[in-house]
């Protein structure tokens, strides 16, 4: 066992789906608006993880042209069942306190790294499903229901359906199963079963401030939960001073050396206001089960740790300083914005050893922009380029730029005058 620093994938890498298969581990994250969709990586220690997937790599699987800020990808899950890989997710394109327009889909591999099967849409109306497969060999969609009624809980609950993996398709009716508990906000379900019990996994509070992992559970699949009675098991929404912020979404596995580990994301709180310029993270706590059966920090409360134990063949290293070179194939750690870096964006062969850049729409845009980034890990740091660019007219520009969308960005760009 060795001590590792939270967070355990740092900048943006928000609601973490932990899966086990065998030996090894993978971990899906949101993209949201950027492309490729949905990031997964692999470890076997549970401390150092290695790109392995961008699954939603084609246009068909992801067409994000339009989506508002912060739509797109949300709150991925990743289950293997019968030899293949499962990856449910949500397409959210608009989204506010009355109207919501989300579509549920899965796709499905041999191999992590694929290829990905062509997506097949599961429902709307909800979003952060998750796949959850009993021992009877059933398989279920658990997923969050959104009532947009002006005046009624926008988040009413937890509902259960039966997958067909034959005609790819949910049949029979959706249950609610849980309503969830005071915290309110209740979505992102994870359904497990252990010792006989069905335990759901939701997060509440929001994901903001009054972020939380909420745990209850069930010996029916169908319900009734009993909520955990010292709900919520992890959350910081009652110390707006504790160092890691926003802690929910929690996602649960079994270790190596047969302990339990979960993963959530979070903020880290730092001098700029209090916001988190790296964004939501994902960080690890080891948890254990109480005499009650009940899941706990292993470290006692309920305020998510700076530091865990987990099994590793060596000391976790922070990548601090990165260089990118453009030899034919886009480093992995680099996105574009709503659609695919193809041919029409950008280039790495006209030019070998080059990234090259072919203008398109505005950096206000939410269709096609020519844009490539990768996420900051730390604050501060510092990013250079070497840039090439002779624009003609004032309507060309290029340059680097500190984003987080379209409405809050720095650009440092190179333009025409007079």
């Known amino acids: 066992m060795i001590e590792v620093t939270n967070p355990i994938l740092r900048g943006f890498h928000p609601d973490p789906s932990v899966l086990r298969v065998g030996e090894d581990y993978y971990l899906a994250t949101s993209t949201f608006e950027w492309f490729p969709g949905v ?50 997710y949500t397409i959210t394109r608009t989204f506010d306190e009355t109207t919501q327009d989300t579509e549920n889909f899965l796709v499905t591999a041999r191999d992590v790294r694929g290829p990905w099967s062509e997506r097949i849409p599961l429902n709307a109306g909800g979003f952060d499903p998750s796949m959850f497969h009993d021992g009877d060999g059933s398989k279920w969609l658990v997923s969050m229901r959104w009532d947009s009624r002006p005046g009624e809980n926008h988040f009413p609950g937890i509902l259960l359906q039966r997958y067909d993996p034959e005609e790819k398709r949910l049949v ?7 309503t969830g508990t005071e915290l309110g906000f209740t979505e992102g379900p994870h359904l497990y079963r ?26 029916r699949r169908e319900g009734p939960y009993a909520v955990d009675p010292m709900n919520p098991m992890l959350t910081a929404r009652d110390d707006p001073a504790w160092p890691i912020q926003c802690a929910g979404h929690g996602s649960l596995v079994e270790g190596p050396d047969g302990g339990w580990y979960l993963f959530h994301l979070g903020s880290r709180k730092n001098r700029f206001g209090g916001w988190s310029v790296p964004g939501r993270e994902t960080f690890l706590q080891n948890v254990r089960w109480d005499e009650d059966g009940w899941l706990r920090l292993s470290a006692g409360g309920y305020h998510p740790a700076e530091t865990a ?29 709503r659609v695919p870096p193809d041919r029409q964006i950008c280039s790495m062969w006209a030019r070998p050893g080059f990234l090259r850049l072919f203008g398109r729409e505005s950096i206000l845009s939410h269709h096609r922009q020519s844009f490539l980034g990768t996420q900051i890990c730390d604050v501060p740091f510092s ?19 500190l984003f987080y969308h379209t409405a809050n960005f720095y650009y440092l760009q190179i333009t025409w005058h007079e």
């Open 39 to 88: 990031e997964i990586r692999h470890s076997r220690d549970l401390v150092h993880w290695e790109i392995v997937a961008r699954p939603l790599d084609r246009p068909e699987l992801l067409d994000l042209r339009g989506v508002l800020n912060g739509g797109g990808v949300w709150a991925p899950c990743l289950s293997h069942s019968d030899g293949l890989f499962y990856l449910v």
């Open 172 to 178: 029979g009716e959706a249950k609610l199963i849980f």
């Open 194 to 219: 252990r010792g006989g019990l069905y335990y759901l996994m939701t997060a509440e509070g929001g994901t903001a401030a009054g972020h939380a992992v909420t745990v209850c559970r069930s010996e």
């Open 309 to 337: 134990l987990a099994p590793a063949a060596e000391a976790q290293k922070d990548d601090f300083y990165r260089k990118y070179e453009f030899f034919g194939i886009l480093d992995p750690h680099f996105l574009s914005l």
């Open 383 to 401: 990013a250079t380029t070497e840039l090439e660019f002779e624009p003609a007219i004032y309507q060309q520009a290029a340059g680097l730029c």
